[in-house]
């Protein structure tokens, strides 16, 4: 399929840099004052409408588009891929998401078998599963309807699925369906992520579905393992098998987890995972949350726009349309970036979603032969629900640096608003944005209209727009499941038109390898100061460094409770200077300065206390302390909002461990490590911020 030459080296990659030098003297103005060209320009299927008509291309520019994509071979790799031959060929795999929304009788080969059954089989089981949660015949261990979902996933493993589920969230039907249910996706391996999760989550009522291909993701599975200690101390570890399932194809390390193989839903290799939202990834979660029925519309919508990409002629079939616009943008005018602007709240998390679709599969500088290309791939995406983004960004793309944007507007509104006396509905106030701002950015406002106005002179050069900002519009009909479906697929496949464009494999993702084997190494480092004391060592001066300094600060609370027990402030200066030094030099003799410490509270902390006039603690008793009612950790209570581990000694809160969370600043301490403290004052050794407490410290 892939030949050693570039694209950059055909005569049509020439001809279209040779005709971008016209294009560069033309202005959108009177581009689009030619009706003809831009009633050619406008593309309809299906209900939605496409106007490419202010990209700053001419008919000539889209007819030399087309002559570069057949130079470029694109409807034979269109048909490859469809037909399942390996074109990720760096990973020798199929590239076959079509197979994921295809109708049961639809024949998609991969190495000699169709895998539209297969796919099938997974769907009818995930039907199958979710509606038996969702009516209330499988329960968790306590007998209790499993009606709150935690997905835990990374990439394209969270992205995808977390933009459907955003998008239905307000449709009418997905409402209703989904009413007395929640769903939420666990991402981020910080532990802020895991208490935004699961706070306000029963364990008893929580069904955790763990995404990883390997089973072996290392965020995921820490995640994982988290919550399965959450489930674990709640409900004790056999509920683990009645509340945890598992999307994967190690069935080995399901098992070994302690998840039933029965209750893992598999998907293939040959799905990526930014293209897997339409598998058992993105399904399952969805299906129990809205009900399986409603998903399977999105996929049917998805799978339009897949026969659509494949049999439409060039002219008429928007994913190509778009990919080639977006390969002019990028190769020859030489935009970089692209913002993605949907005129909807519900598409909040397309463009996030989009971005890593977009940036993962065509930021590459290698051909998919391995030569270093001579021309710039993929976008810098981004971008805002508008009217948002209007006050947030816009002013760059107006005025600023020339960014193409994606203009995406809905008909009808999942939830309109009528106001009497109103001029125009709340959604009506919305689109007329949506019309407007691709008109102000191709026709900008000259000086001399400035003039006309009677603007002051001196304000003519700030109110000025050049225009020539190029841009399309997407409309759709409206935003349910089926039209979900379709926009998720046109930008699936715009994205694999500029890979296929450029010579480029847009199904692998190489770059993001480096920086996980660097950080398991970082790993590695970190347990060896933790639990040895082991110095920093191995990394370049400017990474040890900052590991050094992470290292250090973990040991300031220990240390500032230790100086301020019962040492007067001469002995502190003292003993911060000896920290100092010998913090300068080897992380073991921070240990070696702690001891010391305490052999000087020994030695001096009675006669401090008697000059300073302060009962020593050894004498008095705090009565407050002793009233104080501890909280007791009933299982891991991630809920605890600043952190889940003990600020002075930097251990988990265990299971059964007493705790105080001080008010206020919510810092948490284990009660052995903190009431010494308590005794003399009443603030958090950590921020120093004061308790106002008054009477005694029971409300600590």
């Given amino acids: 399929m892939a030949s050693s030459a570039l694209i950059s080296d055909t005569q049509r990659w020439k001809d279209l840099k040779d005709h971008v030098e016209d294009i560069k003297k033309t202005h959108l103005r009177d581009l689009m004052s030619d009706v003809k060209r831009c009633q050619s320009m406008m593309v309809e299927f299906d209900g939605m409408l496409l106007d490419y008509s202010r990209q700053q291309a001419t008919l000539e520019t889209i007819d030399k588009l087309f002559k570069l994509a057949t130079a470029a071979n694109l409807k034979q790799k269109i048909n490859l891929m469809f037909s399942g031959e390996h074109i990720n060929s760096t990973e020798n795999r199929a590239v076959l998401h079509v197979a994921l929304r295809a109708p049961r009788d639809k024949v998609i080969q991969s190495d000699g078998k169709n895998v539209v059954p297969e796919v099938w089989s997974v769907l009818d089981k995930i039907k199958e599963f979710s509606e038996r949660v969702r009516s209330g015949s499988w329960v968790g261990a306590t007998g209790k309807a499993l009606k709150d979902v935690v997905a835990i996933g990374i990439g394209g493993s969270f992205l995808g699925p977390l933009f459907v589920h955003t998008a239905l969230q307000t449709d009418p039907e997905a409402i209703e369906s989904a009413r007395g249910r929640q769903l939420r996706f666990l991402a981020n391996v910080d532990p802020i992520d895991i208490a935004r999760n699961i706070t306000g989550l029963n364990p008893e009522t929580t069904l955790v579905v763990v995404v990883s291909k390997t089973f072996t993701t290392a965020e995921t599975m820490l995640n994982a393992r988290t919550l399965r200690e959450w489930i674990s101390a709640a409900l004790g570890p056999s509920a683990v098998a009645k509340h945890m399932v598992a999307v994967s194809t190690n069935l080995t390390l399901v098992e070994k987890f302690g998840i039933d193989p029965n209750n893992a839903f598999a998907f293939w290799d040959w799905v990526g995972g930014r293209y897997s939202v339409c598998s058992a990834v993105g ?176 304000l003519i050069p700030h109110k000025t727009f050049s225009g020539n900002r190029p841009s399309l519009s997407l409309l759709l009909p409206s935003l349910n499941a089926y039209n979900i479906g379709q926009l998720l697929a046109i930008y699936e496949h715009r ?180 009431d010494l403290w308590l005794l003399r004052r009443l603030s958090c050794p950590t921020c120093r911020a004061p308790l106002n407490i008054t009477g005694s410290l029971d409300n600590v």
């Fill in 283 to 458: 399904v399952l979660p969805l299906s129990l949350q809205y009900g399986f029925s409603v998903v399977e519309k999105f996929l049917k919508g998805a799978s339009t726009i897949d026969e659509h990409f494949y049999s439409a002629p060039y002219d008429k079939n928007i994913p190509v349309l778009l990919g080639l616009l977006s390969v002019w943008n990028v190769s020859f005018l030489g935009y970089p970036a692209r913002a993605i602007l949907p005129y909807s709240q519900a598409l909040e998390k397309f463009a996030p979603h989009i971005q890593q679709v977009s940036m993962e599969s065509n930021g590459k500088g290698v051909s998919i032969d391995g030569v270093p290309l001579p021309y710039e791939t993929g976008e810098i995406d981004f971008g805002e629900p508008g009217t948002n983004g209007q006050h947030s960004f816009y002013q760059l793309i107006h005025q600023g640096r020339v960014i193409p944007c994606d203009f995406i507007g809905i008909v009808k509104s999942q939830q309109p608003v009528y106001l009497k006396g109103e001029v125009v509905s709340n959604h009506d106030e919305l689109m007329s944005n949506f019309f407007a701002q691709p008109d102000a950015l191709a026709y900008g406002k000259t000086a001399e209209q400035l003039q006309k106005e009677n603007v002051q002179q001196h």
């Fill in 495 to 674: 994205i694999a038109v500029q890979g296929f464009v450029w010579g480029i494999n847009s199904f692998d993702q190489w770059g993001v390898e480096l920086g996980k084997s660097l950080a398991t190494q970082v790993r590695k480092q970190l347990h060896a100061s933790r639990t040895k004391g082991e110095p920093v060592k191995g990394f370049n001066f400017s990474t040890s460094t900052l590991l050094t300094r992470y290292l250090e600060v973990f040991f300031q609370p220990l240390l500032a409770v230790t100086l301020d027990l019962l040492l007067g402030r001469q002995v502190q200066i003292f003993l911060l200077i000896l920290q100092l030094f010998y913090q300068g030099f080897s992380f073991p003799l921070v240990i070696t300065y702690v001891v010391i410490c305490y052999l000087v509270i020994d030695l001096f902390g009675e006669v401090e206390e008697e000059s300073s006039g302060t009962p020593s603690s050894k004498d008095e008793e705090s009565p407050g302390l002793s009233l104080l009612e501890l909280q007791k950790v009933p299982y891991f209570d991630y809920a605890i909002s600043r952190s889940v581990v003990c600020a002075v000694c930097l251990d988990g809160i265990q299971n059964g461990e007493k705790y105080r969370m001080l008010p206020g600043c919510r810092h948490v301490y284990h009660a052995c490590c903190i």
